[in-house]
């Protein structure tokens, strides 16, 4: 264990790196395999040095079932853009945000604030240089309260529990 | 090894380079090394011209792809000749860099071994692309070596030079496009055979690329109205530096001569010596310019940067004669101008580094330390390039007024004789101002090396031995006019055809 | 097309040309890479324009021009280097200088010289 | 009916190109400029993979797959030009 | 048959993404502020995009015969890289203090102060100790 | 073989001074003297053969293009002016020794002075016309440097240089006429073409050739109007004069006519040409000696006068005349010579020259005042010396000649007005120095000379005396020879004191008395042309040498203004103009091909690239719009490339274009942000119509071609791609294969570009704004969280893809290029989120090594294949078979491609990242950046004592 740990410090991107020269190339044989398995041990070595920390999955299972919801809302955010662009008699109703941030590494808001920008109406403006709090543009929203505890509660929870336990 | 004999100008001073610069010498070891690759460059040169004085039309098929498919360098009289001029000057810059210039900025001997690889290349191909590769190589070598130093002067001249070099590419593109598009090759021996059988439908499209490959050459030589960027870029280069820029301007006198005797040699029907009459008058008109320039000139540095353009004006009216017996001395004066102007350049330099404030401007100065020395190696050089007896300027020089024929000669005479004279009034004035009207003083600040003295010495002694020499190298350029004049020669040798072979 | 494609490659080589002749270093060395942008058109033009069918040699029947192809690679690798070093010889001309004429003087000056 | 398809989706690209370049060019701001820059970077992977289409052919993916890779880089550039002044600092 | 019905879904997604990418770029030219004009593109874009790697996928899987799934590499690019341009756009867009509509609610301190934030989130270097 | 020796042993004594000089004088002269004594010898050691009316000749090929021969002859005419040259020369010697300063360079001197002797001996004797042209010169420059050996004098330099530029005008006029003459002739073989006179006279370029050659005879000759230089080349130390000036280099011009007299000679031009200048010189020369006050002015006009009398006698041509030139050049040098020593010897004992203050000399000075009254009479042409002689040839001369035609009257009228005028100044030469009062007390108290100084003098004296009482004893063996050389045919002549009461004894004695008349008066005279401006020629011709080079300035600035502006628009619009005289020549611009049907997207390509194209030129001066234009112009070009199926260009396009656009971001932090409005709309107007101009050639020339078809070389790349080069992608093959020659070039050329760049990153000062271009201060927030975290997985993906992109080149479109690129670029994406400092850190390996090793491993492949047997670049491949994994083609060329990918890589990081890192560690951080009021912060980035910038590179 230990020496697969020396070996693989880094298992999840070395996963990741496999699967995207396996993409990559488009086909799965012994060979390209073997190739890809070197590079994705080769390559995360290499690179170690530029990495803060490496995030660790606690939950796997959350973070798929994390995946296929922001998924889903992308969808569902585009279809609600799309009928504010297109109805521009429909008066839309921009609101800028302030999020205080529960979480605390740079890799989860990372993360949060890519899916806000990905997601329903929301833009993350900018996470103030303290990392306590983001500002977010809202395309159409009622008010403040809902749109933070929505993103609470969807994302940010979810991301707390997988990568920060 | 022999068998790889024309590759070496290419590829020494490039190994030399890689390993100039790739590992951390000290500065003795990185001048050794020079020292040793622009030796080893100069033997393997002068075996070249041994192997083109046999008179066969030599090549090198890189990668072992046969032409017209594959990139060649061709080994004639001509480019055996240009490579070892190339040689023995960058001997003399080299020498004289190690006094202390190549020390005044980062990587010069490898940007030097570029810069000779980039202008051995462009000698030696035998492909239009490829000759654009090379000119690029030895332009880039030059900006930065050009740089090499820094100072206000270095800077805004290199600002000229680069940005009209960098229009002059994209013009060598287009044109090669042209020619390749029209002709369909890129081999010049090859264009030649294809212009020979074209469809005359096309000849426009051929002028069209020839005649703005024309510009670019015309502007790496410097002819009028192109040369602009010239007498600042050769005055303000680092003195080593310049005397190599000695050889820049030929290789576009050279490009021009090559492909043009090529393509559009005899062969090519109604599109033969299309470039003549823009390179005879241009010519003309860049001695006249040149000239007055040479007269106007108010600094030493200045004044033999026109003198390298009164040489540009001189060989490229020699080209623009179209005789054999022009190409001949054209390519006698060249040999003469490179190594006297190179040496120039060395000497103002030493001749400026000993008066103090005043360098190299024409003003009175404070008498050089080595006033006799320097004197005499100015009086050398003075003659030398202002074509008076008994040096190689004068023969040359003769050799070209007497190449001139019919009415050519009411109009190459008088210019060319009038040059001289210029040449002879701004250089005597110079003398007359550097070591006569000078201020004695107590000055006992020699900053000059043995290395300086004797790189100076390797170019300027090249102009009476080029005299004792004369005959033997008249030979030579004689016949490498009647090579280059025979385009037919080079395309048998490059592209056999069947009916040829025994 | 081929028309067309002729016009692009003139107005390009017009629009860089225009810019090479500015006073400023900047939009000089933008003129010249917009030049390059037009030359290696051009020069990629010569083998003739053909659609859907790259030079990968496989069971197709007919293939693209390769060597203008490589040609222009050569040319886009050399355009970059030489941008490059222009443009940070602007940026040294500006601090040797003081300004980003191309003549390396300011305007007064110029004004006095005339 | 595939053809049609791509030619509609192909006439919408070419559409939202302009209306890109219409926004770039109109502005006002810098970062609007940036912006239209950006989405013409998107829907040019669009375009492409419309070409792979229609051509039959999958030689051109890399060129979608390295505009989505590098494409943002030219947009991260401007932005910390307009933010820093200096992009590597 | 099912190559009648793959190609209806083929062809419905290439519409469906082009139609996203038109609207997306639409809002992009006609939405009145820049902080509203930046929605568009980064999202309405995305998913045209996606529809179309999508039919891409599909495509060539069918007619090659064998899974073709490279396409969702494009689509994990820029999941990876829309966000952070869009970000750094709106930085810029809050730090240039761009006009916006009337009728935004909200007043962040962005547009008040420059001097905002504190010190900087500490670095991996002390976090990870 | 001897013959060679006369002029090789003199110019080997040129060396003789300089080894000797440190060894002090004595010793220095004598060593000196040698070689010129025993070239004097072995030329007497000939004269048996000579006078048997042989000529010795010796020829060595030297350079047979140019009919250049190192060829020499002896005749007569060269043995008379031999013993001239190298005689008279010893005898200056001599009297140099002690005219010289002890503190002045003697071995320098003597050093010239022989260079000179060398130079004069190899005209007299050449035996070819380009020989003789290159020892002419040859004494243009030795006299320059003989006349300039007081350099501290500015009247010695400006003499110096005006000798030179008008003696070495002549001798280029001199060459073109040789060269023309070569041609006549067909040989520059002095012996040819004193024979082919009829072939030279009935040429048509007859007359240019005798007008050139006489340019340089009388340039040499100082004969009017090129007289000016002589008097001014006095500033010479007089021994210098004395040789130079009385026997030998002025007397160059008339050997010269006298050699060719032959071959050119035989016209009623020459006649009038040459008489007419000559009795011009002669009168006009004579007139200016009379009113000259300084010393040796005096002796040079007089020398111009004899030497036009010479001229004219030359001009005239007859047998007699010519016999009588020549008898007149041996007279002159004598006496010439003696007065010139006379000169300098009271000069260097009174201290002056100006006859003003000279005066009474003779009761100090009684020797010199003997010698010069002898040579004064012998120059004056009174009898019993030998000048009488010559002159009463030239009178009878005048008498009988018809060479000016019906004009011939005025030649015996003007020649006594020259004599009458010669004996005035000679009388009056002798007579104010050593028996008139003088006006002023000259500066030193003079005494006579050291014995020796006056020995050579005394000689020449005597010799004048000698040759007048015998000139048949002394004259005629040596002048006989010479007539024979210039006549080509020997002459009975008989030379004789006396010929009896005849009309030219009337006219030498109308002279005398004029003469001296014209001496009494010539108070008056001079008071008379005192009315008249002066015209110092001196002043004259600097003035006009200095006007010219002035207007040389006007004309030089008028070109080349230094506007970078104007060189470009000349560029293009030859480039324009070049370019329509092609496609003017193109029939019909639409080819056969004609062209394929248009779709939506190729009409919306066009239209985005046209418009971003132009728009990045219009809106040049918002510095930041026009670049982002640019970048769409890139986006677009390279999915044109993929359209028009070049993938691996369309790759390369967009990740060149990504670093160019960080490039020019980076730059544009340190130039202004805008471009202030320069151009008048004039001159946009100008611009824009010469670039439309070349647009419109440019695209005509593209559509030319499009629509034709060509039969290339394409189809044996396709063909040979995989059997010959083991790669599917044909471009990726020829690159890295075909035409790898090229890519190695192409890599060069990057690293240099790299290297370029640290040079001129080194000691950079830069401009660093504060605030952006509306003021705004910078955002604090240096490196943006989200920025910095999604780098980290980029970077990881970007050399995944890499890699990818890079093994699959050969055969599918990629390659080292392009995957160097995306490595340098997932880097710099590093650099910008995480800064200069944290990052360099991290990364271990410095990038010149990189770059550098990449052109060095694609060398390394190249020369491997000479292990072989192979041509440079010659690949290899194979296919290997491992069990699992399945075929693995390997070839030669990846490793080619490595070596690509290693120069990318290091060059663009050396690039970036170096011009990064300068920033930098200078830029006022946030504390200290109290705006500066000029709203530039400049920073001076000094780290020149690293030679090697870098070095510190290396973490
Ligand atoms: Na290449
Ligand atoms: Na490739």
Redesign the interface.
Known sequence: MMRLRSWLPTPGLSLLLLIVWLLLVNQVSVGHLLLGGILAIAIPRLTSRFWDRQPTVHKPMKLVLFFLRVVGDIIVANLQVARIILSPWRRSRPHFVEYPLMLEERFTITILASTITLTPGTVSANLRMDGKTLLIHALDVEDDATLIRTIRERYEQPLKEIFEC | MMS?LI?LPV?LP??AA?IL??A?FGAFTRRLLALIATGALLISCVMLVGKASQGEVLY??????QP????VLVLDRLSALMVTVTAILSMGCVIFACGGDD?????FH??FQ?QL??IN?AFLTGDL??LF??F??LL??S??LL??G???DR??S???Y???N??????F??A???L????????MA?MARAVSVMDP????????????L??VF??KAAIL??Y??L??TYASAPAPVAALFAVMTKVGIYAILRVYSLVFGDQAGTLEALEQPWVWWMALATLV?AA?????A?DLRLLVAYLVLVSVGTLLAGLGMHSPQAT?ALLFYLVHTTLVTGGLFLLADMIGLQRGKVGTRLVKGRTPIHA?ALGLLF?LGA?AVAG???LSG??AK??L??AADGIQ?AWL?PPL??A??CA???L??AG?TL???SQESDNTDDQLSGWHWAGTAWLLIASPLLVVL??PL??YT?AAAAQLNDPSAIIQALLPTEEDAP | MELLYAITTGVLSASGLYLTLRGRTFPVVVGLTLLSYAVNLFLFSMGGLTSNAPAIIGDSSHYSDPLPQALVLTAIVIGFAMTAFAIILAMRARGDMGNDHVDGRKAEDRGERR | MLDTAVVISGALIALSLLLNLFRLTRGPDMPDRILALDTMYVNSIALILLMGLWMNSKTYFEAALLIALLGFISTVAVCKYLLRGDIIE | MLYVILEAVISALLIAGGLFAFIGSMGLAHLRDFFMRLHGPTKATTLGIGCMLIASMLYFSVTQSELHLQELLITLFLFITAPVSAHLLAKVGLHQRLKFVDKTRGKPVEFLDEDIGGKPLSDSSDSNS | MTLLWIPMLTLLGVLVPALTAQRGRPICTLATAALPTLALILTLAQFPAIADGEYPRVALEWMPQLGLDLAFRLDGLSLLFNILILGIGLLILLYAHYYLDKSESHGRFYAYLILFMASMVGIVMADNLLVLWIFWEMTSLSSFLLIGFWSHRSEARKGARMAMTVTGAGGLALLAGFLLLGDIVGSFDMQTVLDSADIILADPRYPLVLVLVLLGAFTKSAQFPFHFWLPHAMAAPTPVSAYLHSATMVKAGIFLMARLHPALAGSELWSALVAVIGITTMVYAAWFALVESDLKGILAFSTVSHLGLITVLLGIGSPMAVLAALFHILNHATFKAALFMCSGIIDHEAGTRDLSRLGKLAKAMPITCLVMSVAGAAMAGFPLFNGFLSKEMFFESTLHTQALGGLSLMLPVLATIGGALSVGYSVRLVHAVFFAEPRHAPPKHPHEPPRLMRAPAELLAALCVAIGLFPALIATWLLAPAVEAVLQAPLEFHLAIWHGFNLPLAMSGAAAAAGITAYVLHRYIRRFIRDFPSRNANLIFEGAVQYISDKAEVITEFFDNGSLQRFMALLIGTALLMGAIGLFQVETLTGPKGNQPLDGVLILGAMLLIFTGIGTAVTHRQRLLSLIMLSVVGLIVSLTFARFSAPDLALTQLSVEVVTMILLMLALFFLPQKTPRESSPSRSLRDVIMCSGLGVVIAALNYAVLTRDTNTISSFFLENSVPGGGGHNAVNVILVDFRGFDTLGEITVLAIAGLAILKLLNRLRLFMPHSDSEGRIWCPDRYPMILTTVSQPVLPLALLVSVFIFLRGHNLPGGGFIAGLITAVGLILIYMARGVDWTQQRLAFPFQPIAILGVGIATLTGFGSWLFGYPFLTSSYDHFHIPLIGDLELATALLFDLGVYLAVVGATLMILANLGKVTTSHRPSKDDSTPIPSGLHRTDISDTANPNPDAKETV
Not at chain 2, 166 to 171: D, E, F, K, R
Not at chain 2, 201 to 212: I, Q, S, T, Y
Not at chain 2, 292 to 296: E, H, N, W
């Open positions: 790889h590759i590829v490039l190994a890689v610069l790739l951390r090198y098929a890189l990668g072992n792809w017209p498919f594959g990139i020390e005044k900025g980062s990587n490898g940007l570029l690889m980039g290349g692309f490829n590769v090379f690029e190589v880039l070598a900006y930065a740089v090499h820094g100072g206000r800077i805004q290199a600002v000229h680069v940005v009209l960098l229009a002059g590419s994209a013009l593109l287009i090669v496009g042209m390749y598009g029209a002709t369909g090759t890129l081999n090859d439908e096309r000849n426009g499209l051929v002028v069209a690329g020839a005649l703005m024309l510009v015309g502007l109205p192109l602009f960027w007498p600042r310019i007055i320039g040479v007269l106007a108010r001949s006799t009086l003659i008076l007896p008994p004068a023969l003769a050799l007024l007497a000669r005479w004789l009038i001289g004279l002879l009034v701004a005597s004035r007359s070591f006569w009207r004369a005959g008249a030979t004689e």
